[in-house]
């Protein structure tokens, strides 16, 4: 009681404006960061249309809901109309050419039902249904950051995933959002320990976005840890058993897609070779060795020599960020979910622009960002993020007249 009344003292005696900020609940104070973190956001887009040349993708002046629901919008919207083909295209060679399998069902699926619901347009829909995810996932990304961070820097790290360089994706009409809010929601219940429930989110993550397979490596670590800690961290056997549960319907789930788009198709590569189409723009049509497309990617972007240089330097500085004493406080399992993230798109994915969107899910690292309290550094962190997050819009949605400005 004495330590609640000096708090209440101490809150009395800060400036008016804080002192009603401070009182706010914790969602109140996320949900104004949110949306003026999204106003800012709003704010760039729109600039960045009127600096739009006529050479770019969208056109001179494109309106907001063009942006937004551009690039892999586009993709989403035509499943949400036209569902998948049963027969995949083929370019003049050929071969296959991109279509619609690689993208999950989920967040068309939602978005094209709460339309219908509402009579609202299929790309405004996406634009709420985003924003409502992107609202979710930052309510859990605090409480995730409790578990490990006190109030202050917990919040700051809230404020860092609104403003973060990748953070437009919240108002696109794109799959993050949701799969963020379903991905925190996971790792929430696995730090607290509620496995039975990962059961009802894994499912629904492993079709909304590519990566479930990276949880369940997560899983697969995290019993390794509970076993080898067992003395001092006690492993009841039903933990035992869901956790493996969790883990095989993380790894049948994320193959799942694949098998799906084999039997609607005819062809049991099908997903595998859609996926490859759009990295043969880069290196031509190449087979998927794992680890392999780093290193093309290296090549192609930097040279033979440097190339493997900078590959190697990514590796390695992969590997060294998780045990920065910062990156340490955040727990092993938000570490191991890096890790494994990490080594899932280093064995699966070719390295381009979309990389960066591509490593929106390892945002727990954020909350290794605010352990300093500077104000100077604070700031500085705040400036840094949104100039990015410009640079991000203005040359994937305002320049767009490039092969390689791909979000």
């Not at 290196?283 to 192609?300: N, R």
Request: net charge positive; glycine share 8%; proline share 6%.
């Amino acid at each position: 009681m004495a330590a609640d009344a000096e708090v209440r003292v101490a809150v009395d005696e800060r400036p008016s404006m804080l002192r009603r900020w401070v009182r706010l609940p914790v969602w109140g104070r996320i949900g104004i960061v949110y949306v003026l973190s999204r106003l800012v956001t709003t704010a760039m887009f729109a600039f960045a249309s009127l600096l739009s040349a006529p050479d770019s993708r969208f056109g001179a002046f494109p309106s907001l809901g063009t942006l937004a629901a551009g690039w892999d919008g586009q993709w989403y919207w035509w499943i949400a109309t036209y569902g998948y083909p049963s027969q995949l295209p083929l370019d003049s060679a050929g071969r296959v050419a991109e279509n619609a399998w690689a993208f999950m069902p989920v967040y068309p699926g939602v978005v094209k039902g709460l339309s219908v619901i509402t009579f609202l347009p299929w790309p405004v829909m996406a634009v709420v249904v985003s924003l409502g995810c992107g609202f979710g996932s930052a309510l859990l990304f605090h409480r995730l950051m409790r578990t490990r961070l006190d109030a202050g820097r917990s919040m700051f790290a809230v404020v860092l995933f609104c403003i973060a360089p990748l953070s437009a994706v919240f108002q696109l009409a794109y799959a993050e959002s949701m799969f963020l809010l379903l991905l925190t929601l996971a790792l929430l219940l696995l730090v607290t320990r509620r496995y039975g429930w990962l059961l009802a989110v894994i499912p629904v993550m492993a079709f909304t976005r590519p990566g479930v397979l990276a949880f369940a490596l997560l899983l697969g670590l995290h019993l390794v840890v509970r076993v080898v800690t067992r003395r001092r961290d006690p492993l009841a056997r039903r933990e035992v058993l869901l956790i493996l549960i969790g883990g095989a319907l993380a790894a049948v789930a994320g193959f799942a897609w694949m098998v799906i788009a084999g039997l609607v198709t005819g062809r049991p590569e099908a997903y595998l070779q859609t996926e490859l189409a759009w990295r043969a723009a880069f290196i031509g049509e190449q087979p998927l060795v794992p680890f392999s497309a780093w290193i093309q990617g290296g090549q192609f972007w930097f040279g033979d020599g440097p190339g493997l240089v900078v590959v190697l330097a990514v590796f390695v500085g992969s590997a060294l960020l998780l045990f920065v004493p910062a990156v340490r406080r955040l727990g092993v399992d938000l570490r191991l979910w890096v890790a494994s993230y990490l080594l899932y798109l280093f064995a699966v994915f070719f390295p381009q622009t979309s990389v960066f969107r591509l490593l929106i899910p390892v945002f727990p690292l954020l909350g290794a960002v605010p352990v300093p309290r500077n104000r100077w550094y604070r700031g500085g962190v705040v400036v840094l993020s949104l100039a990015l997050q410009w640079c991000w819009i203005f040359v994937m949605y305002g320049l767009a007249n490039a092969y390689w400005t791909i979000p």
